[in-house]
């Protein structure tokens, strides 16, 4: 009887880790999104282009910067505008791992 209450204290244990680890993955794919958008308007405006907030990559920086700040609760810089998209900064981007670092999910 022993053995099947730590069979299933092992298993349980396991499964935590295991959700743990993809919560991780999940937040730290967000944040390199994010990482991603910022250089690449960085880049554009180091060579003078108009900032455009509509760079296309793999997966939305808007999603991103909203799924990171329902996990970390640290508000994304906003564009003054009606509807008040978010628009990740460096200094969010700071933020965000610094959540990370401390908490990991």
Not at 23 to 31: A, D, E, M, P, V
Not at 81 to 105: Q, T, V
Request: glycine share 0%; charged share 30%.
């Amino acid at each position: 009887m022993k053995q099947f209450f730590l069979i299933i204290l092992v298993i349980s244990l396991c499964t935590k880790i295991s959700a743990q680890t993809n919560n991780q993955k999940l937040y730290k794919s967000h944040l390199k999104v994010i990482e991603y958008y910022i250089e690449e308007i960085e880049k554009a405006e180091k060579h003078s282009f108009k900032k455009d907030t509509t760079i296309s990559i793999n997966t939305n920086p808007i999603e991103s910067a909203i799924f990171l700040e329902e996990k970390s609760g640290i508000e994304c810089d906003r564009e003054q505008s009606f509807d008040e998209m978010p628009i990740p900064s460096r200094k969010n981007l700071k933020a965000w791992k610094k959540w990370y670092r401390r908490n990991k999910i």
